[in-house]
């Protein structure tokens, strides 16, 4: 077994694809937000067999470096932890993994930041990153993000330039050509989604003779995993329960709970009201009859004024395509589903989170603690634990 820390650990997409992988030992995990904790440390104990998982998986600030490290106790927001000088021992850290929060990466952040985001902390959470790589000297760090990085330019200076040189001072090659190495759309791969994602492999210059050569090995390596065909939005959700709009709504309860759904976790529809309701069946039946009269952004901005009576710069409604890989799940998603239509026009709404978390290869024995909100905003900021299984692979084959 190689062993592992996984930093910006959410609720553990790449963990659980590394586990699936058979190769690799979680020693520790860190993130900030409670839900997140609260459901990885959960499918570490039920699925993985880690009853120690409460120790493991630090609920705490990553910025907090020393602290980190060597343990706290009786913090206000945080309680307590040995640190993971502790948790980790006399163990060798073969990879660190994870993924530095992406808004203040991504395009649609930048957009919406009248600063573009240029004062974000979050654009230099790598560095806390880059700290624990090099208090613990792994072989090989794994660093995801979004296609967005490979242009942001906070302060001015590209952050791919920032981060290039942060691994190379800390003793680490990474690749001198992003953009064609390790720019990913996990559609290829068997998820049934468009997802574009940066996969960063940093190779330590001491415990390899040729980095340059190894990192290649690996970009190939998870090449090779690639699929023919692509699967699509009505192969991954079509055998989960049919949720129908209810003719009154009860209780802020606008579609039908079958018993039969329960059977399913985390499958109970948000509530949509009537005007929506409208919209949805509209546009997915416009879809489904081949009118097609609502392909364009033009015709969905203007339905949305006129349905709404407000103007949007950007079109607000997307249906999922059936026989197409959804598009992108954004942790956005926790906000509203406009841009997540079902594509049954009878069903009439937005998807949920279990078929969020399908169309991200979450195993349907997933949980995920803290209400539908958090759900999806845990869901959409994951890697897909198929695609993370693929990467460790990978990984596995060029550290052995």
């Not at 979050?122 to 792994?138: G, T």
């Not at 691994?167 to 992003?178: K, M, P, R, V």
């Not at 952004?297 to 997307?318: I, N, P, R």
């Amino acid at each position: 077994m190689l062993n592992t820390i996984d930093l910006f650990a959410g609720c553990g997409g790449l963990t659980d694809g590394f586990k699936q992988s058979g190769h690799f030992n979680m020693l520790a995990g860190i993130e900030w937000d409670k839900n997140a904790v609260a459901t990885l440390r959960k499918r570490l104990k039920d699925k993985w067999g880690y009853q120690d998982a409460d120790e493991r998986m630090v609920h705490f600030d990553i910025q907090r470096i020393a602290e980190l490290l060597q343990g706290f106790t009786d913090d206000k927001e945080y309680s307590s932890s040995v640190g993971l000088d502790k948790l980790v021992g006399n163990n060798q850290v073969d990879v660190v993994i994870g993924g530095p929060p992406c808004q203040a990466y991504s395009v649609a952040g930048r957009i919406r930041d009248t600063k573009g985001m240029h004062d974000d902390y979050r654009n230099y959470l790598f560095e806390s990153y880059i700290k624990v790589v090099e208090h613990f000297q792994p072989k090989a760090c794994i660093f995801e993000n979004v296609q967005g990085m490979l242009s942001a330019t906070p302060g001015g200076i590209s952050i791919v330039d920032r981060v290039t040189k942060a691994f190379d001072e800390a003793g680490y090659y990474i690749s001198t050509n992003l953009k064609n190495d390790a720019l990913f759309d996990t559609s290829d791969f068997g998820v049934p989604q468009k997802r574009l994602r940066l996969i960063i492999i940093a190779l330590k210059k001491t415990h390899f003779a040729d980095c340059q050569s190894k990192a290649q090995e690996f970009y190939s390596l998870l090449n090779s995993f690639k699929v023919a065909d692509k699967i699509t939005v009505k192969e991954a959700l079509n055998d989960l329960p049919k949720l129908y709009p209810l003719l009154e709504p009860v209780k802020r309860q606008s579609h039908s709970i079958l018993e039969q759904q329960l059977e399913v976790t985390s499958h109970e529809p948000r509530f949509h009201n009537s005007r929506d309701i409208k919209i949805f069946n509209l546009l997915a039946d416009d879809i489904k009859s081949g009118k097609n009269l609502y392909v364009h952004s033009d015709a969905l901005k203007a339905l949305y004024t006129e349905k709404t009576g407000k103007k949007s710069a950007v079109h607000k409604y997307h249906v999922l395509r059936e026989h197409l890989p959804s598009n992108t799940i954004p942790a956005h998603l926790y906000k509203d589903g406009l841009r997540h239509i079902h594509p049954d026009p009878e069903q009439a709404r937005s998807i949920t989170v279990r078929e969020a978390a399908r169309l991200q290869t979450f195993d349907d024995d997933f949980e995920f603690l803290g209400g539908n909100g958090a759900g999806y905003k845990m869901i959409g900021n994951a890697v897909p634990p198929l695609f993370a299984k693929y990467v460790a692979a990978s990984v596995m084959k060029i550290l052995r």
